[in-house]
């Protein structure tokens, strides 16, 4: 389940790519230079996009800004809105809180659009081709952090919140075993269908180092187990603050090595821009989307005994997120 957002060039400056820096021991003063570790994705700038493309990427976890006017001028218009409003609306037409809309957006609507998006069709516009790339190289930043230490072979792997199996897949491959799940039905047999695809339909046409993925429908509270890694992409976006500190808890007591996380970051404009996103709803129901600190982050993972050893950020046009790589203090 990504995360994306689509803002005028003017409010933030262009940064693109992924930047990616081992976090400094703890008696060492942090310094603020990175290393790039890839080439940028790039599209033409926002003002080149039609109206009809820029609106139909919009959904709960899609961020649309309105350009003009200064920063205040931006914040006095969400006094006007009432987004909380329209999420109880949400909340009851489903019968229940976040995870219950969750889990139907991501059953009906948001499936058949993010299967777009995850997928490799050419029936995408250009802000959601753009986010493609910007998942995509949130996933092959993550298996550059998997390999590093080493080939994945035999390694025990959690995908929590796998999507269509677009981190599954690629680890099976490599020869991890791999257990992944989602909160969607529609989602997880998506996976099941895209691996036996890649991967062969029966034992005897996988490969010996290509294991198929258990794939389970599960939210993440559900998960149990023990697992070398534990990898979560793309989905505190869905959790606030308070909830997302124990979920981390409960996904690093999870993993017994490594903990990798993806989540969209709070910055003070990043903030102001899923403020104003919140507007524009779109024509699907939305989500609700929480950016997170990563300071917060940090915070929660060391409560528990984990410190962050990598720590990148992956931004396109419409698409950012920080990633970072926890281990056990």
């Known amino acids: 389940m990504a995360f994306s957002a689509s803002f005028w060039s003017s409010l933030i400056p262009p940064n693109r790519g992924f930047r990616f820096a ?6 060492q003063k942090p310094t603020t230079k990175q290393h790039p570790l890839t080439t940028a994705f790039a599209i033409d700038p926002l003002s080149t996009a039609t109206a009809a493309e820029v609106t139909g990427a919009i959904d709960g976890t899609t961020i649309a800004v309105i350009g003009g006017g200064s920063v205040a001028a931006l914040a006095a218009v969400l ?8 999420r109880k609306e949400q909340a009851e037409v489903v019968g229940g809180g976040d995870k219950e809309v969750v889990r139907e957006y991501f059953n009906n609507t948001g499936f058949q659009r993010w299967k777009k998006i995850y997928g490799d069709t050419e029936d995408v516009n ?3 081709l753009d986010i493609r790339l910007g998942h995509s190289k949130t996933v092959e930043s993550t298996l550059m952090m998997l390999k590093d230490e080493g080939l994945l072979e035999g390694v025990t792997v959690c995908d929590a919140g796998c999507g269509t199996g ?19 039905a529609a989602m ?13 339909s029966s034992e005897d046409s996988v490969s010996p180092a290509a294991a198929m993925p258990k794939f389970v429908v599960k939210d993440l509270e559900s998960l149990d187990g023990k697992y070398d890694t534990v990898v979560c992409l793309d989905v505190l976006i869905h959790y606030p603050q308070n909830k997302a500190d124990g979920m981390i808890a409960h996904l690093a007591s999870l993993a017994s090595n490594r903990l990798i996380l993806s989540f969209a970051p709070k910055t003070f404009y ?12 779109g024509p699907s129901k939305a989500t609700r989307a929480y950016l997170h600190s990563e300071a917060d982050v940090e915070r929660a993972l060391q409560k528990v005994g984990w410190k962050i050893r990598k720590r990148g950020l992956i931004t396109t046009q419409f698409y950012f997120a920080k990633l970072v790589e926890a281990v056990p203090i």
């Not at 081992?22 to 008696?27: D, E, L, Q, V």
């Not at 006094?79 to 329209?86: C, Q």
């Not at 997880?188 to 062969?200: I, N, P």
């Open 270 to 281: 990043y903030d102001l821009l899923k403020r104003i996103g919140e507007l524009f709803p």
């Open 79 to 86: 006094s006007l809105s009432d987004p909380e409003r329209r």
């Open 166 to 184: 677009s981190l599954a897949i690629p680890l099976a491959k490599e020869g991890a075993i791999v257990s992944a799940s989602d909160i969607s």
């Open 188 to 200: 997880v047999a998506e996976a099941e269908k895209q691996a036996k695809e890649q991967l062969g």
């Open 22 to 27: 081992r976090a400094p021991p703890a008696n």
């Open 126 to 128: 250009r802000v959601q």
